[in-house]
């Protein structure tokens, strides 16, 4: 098990945060018709999967990635 930083696990959870409003905005814009809004989100949930798998791993589960 990876050792719990509270402080890293409180700015992953607020990078998380920040990450979901983004994926949101590129969703709205490729409702509106802009494909290319989802492939650029692609970098952000791969961010996101990245700070989930640290966490899980601080908290005692397996790696996520």
């Not at 969703?27 to 949930?45: I, K, S």
């Amino acid at each position: 098990m990876v050792a719990f930083d509270a402080a890293d696990a409180h700015a992953r959870l607020d990078a998380l945060a920040s990450r979901v409003e983004e994926c949101r905005a590129a969703v709205l814009v490729a409702e509106e018709g802009d494909p290319t809004a989802l492939e650029a989100m692609r970098v952000t949930v791969d961010a996101m999967a990245e700070d989930l798998a640290v966490l899980r791993a601080a908290v005692g589960g397996q790696d996520l990635t």
